[in-house]
């Protein structure tokens, strides 16, 4: 991956600095959400379900069962939505560019989702990389950090929204930007339906080639589409 | 394609997640940065001639501990800060104790013995300090880039945070090796001298990490 430097003198300018959000890193966060959590959260009650069903549905996931994953990430796909468009509305951007986001960040969710410990709660490791994503789209595109608001963890799952949007990015085209042999595995398994094992037989790899290669197919087109939603 | 199909891809994707692969991954970058920074250290400045008698490789240890404890600190932390949702709980302020203990050390050590302070302070000989700063950060430089590439396969989300970890840890084992070539014995001129050093290191991590640990 490309390192892309960040204009320190950018970040601290006046205007910005003046604002205790603006560190992309997430550096200022850091007091907000220790504050928040001493704090007693209104919505607990309404949150706790989704905390509960979410995490059971991630570590069925983790445990390889793609039903439950499949499940959470429709889940997941309805709360970053919402979260998305609450956010990008409040920086007077459409939902066209959260559906981008969004599709970022499921990617992001999928290929590091051996970075969520199954002993502790899932939102926070979901609003971290919500959170995280959010603030590294604002610092490549250039946008203007001065008026978000403060926020708990919490609030990445406080909404659902399951209207979609075409995205802006079309990953049919980005997909020809990886290896011809990754696509292709991709498209036995995700158009054709196959299993693992078939799709092996077809190209003749092996079962676990299978998966490295689709694994790191995945990895190619999130770096794509990170590119692409930068210019 | 929309982002229902995406999902349907994702889903084709999915492994059963081996647990402490990262951790795994974590410790084989440490090991593998401390081997060629020892390598790199053997290569170039050596080991110090005395080094069999008792009481210089009593103070080899001795440095060796003190690094190696920044090391014992500073990693678990490193490791938290790229698990997401873990990264404000963690106490960072434990990677100073070492610091403190060493400077506590130097300070009932100044107390006790007033006069030979800025000798010890100095070292064995006039430029030993910038030899420590220098080698250190020099020997310091291969772990923390393989350091980085571990934590690049995390997912860290304050990357200032991750990158000063990186710094220290990779610091901490620069510091190992160089204590095989140092002449200075004494606890003032580690404290100074090495705790510097692997400062030094930590804020090149802190500076790099914004850059180099984006995903």
Redesign the interface.
């Known amino acids: 991956m490309p390192a892309v430097g960040i204009d320190e003198t950018e970040l601290l300018s006046p205007t910005r600095a003046a604002a205790p959000i603006v560190r992309p890193d997430g550096e200022a966060f850091a007091s907000n959400a220790r504050a928040e959590g001493t704090s007693p959260l209104s919505m607990e009650e309404e949150v706790q379900p989704h905390q509960h069903d979410l995490r059971a549905l991630m570590i069925a996931g983790l445990d390889g069962d793609p039903e439950a994953y499949r499940a959470l990430l429709k889940r997941l796909t309805a709360h970053l939505r919402a979260y998305y468009r609450r956010r990008f509305a409040q920086l007077g951007h459409g939902p066209t560019e959260a559906e981008d986001l969004l599709q970022e960040v499921l990617l992001a969710i999928h290929t590091h989702r051996d970075t969520y410990d199954r002993h502790q709660p899932f939102t926070p490791w979901l609003h971290a990389i919500a959170r995280y994503k959010f603030l590294d789209y604002l610092r490549r595109t250039k946008s203007s950090y001065r008026h978000l608001p403060l926020e708990s963890a919490e609030e990445v799952v406080a909404g659902s929204d399951i209207d979609a949007m075409e995205s802006g990015l079309d990953l049919q085209r980005l997909m020809l930007k990886i290896s011809a042999k990754a696509r292709q595995v991709i498209q036995y398994v995700k158009v054709e339906g196959m299993t693992v094992s078939e799709a092996a037989k077809r190209c003749k790899m092996s079962e676990s080639a299978v998966k490295v290669t689709v694994h790191r197919g995945l990895k190619a087109l999130a770096m794509q589409i990170r590119r692409e939603s930068r210019a | ?19 402490g ?2 951790a795994g991954t974590l410790a084989a970058a440490m090991t593998v940065g401390a081997v060629a920074a020892f390598v790199l250290m053997l290569a170039t400045v050596g080991p110090r001639a005395d080094l069999e008698s008792a009481p210089h490789i009593k103070w080899v240890a001795l440095k060796v501990i003190f690094a190696l404890s920044v090391v014992g600190t500073g990693a678990p932390l490193m490791y938290r800060s ?7 709980e963690m106490r960072w302020s434990l990677a100073f104790v070492p610091f403190l203990v060493a400077i506590a050390a130097a300070v009932a050590i100044a107390f006790a013995e007033p006069q030979t302070l800025t000798a010890m302070l100095r070292g064995a000989t006039t430029i030993s300090w910038v030899r420590c700063l220098s080698c250190i950060v020099f020997f310091s430089a291969l772990p923390l880039g393989a350091v980085i590439y571990a934590l ?1 396969q ?2 860290p ?5 991750s990158g000063a970890f990186a710094g220290l840890v990779a610091g901490g084992i620069g510091a190992a090796a160089y204590a095989f070539n140092c002449t200075s014995d004494s606890i003032p001129f580690i404290a100074l001298w090495y705790g510097l050093a692997i400062a030094l290191c930590a804020v090149i991590g802190a500076q790099l ?4 640990l ?2």
């Open positions: 394609m929309n982002t229902e199909q995406l999902i349907d891809m994702l889903k084709a994707d999915l492994e059963p997640a081996r647990p692969g990262l790229i698990r997401p949702g873990l990264e404000n690049r995390g997912a989300t304050r990357l200032r945070l990490g914004p850059r180099v984006r995903w």
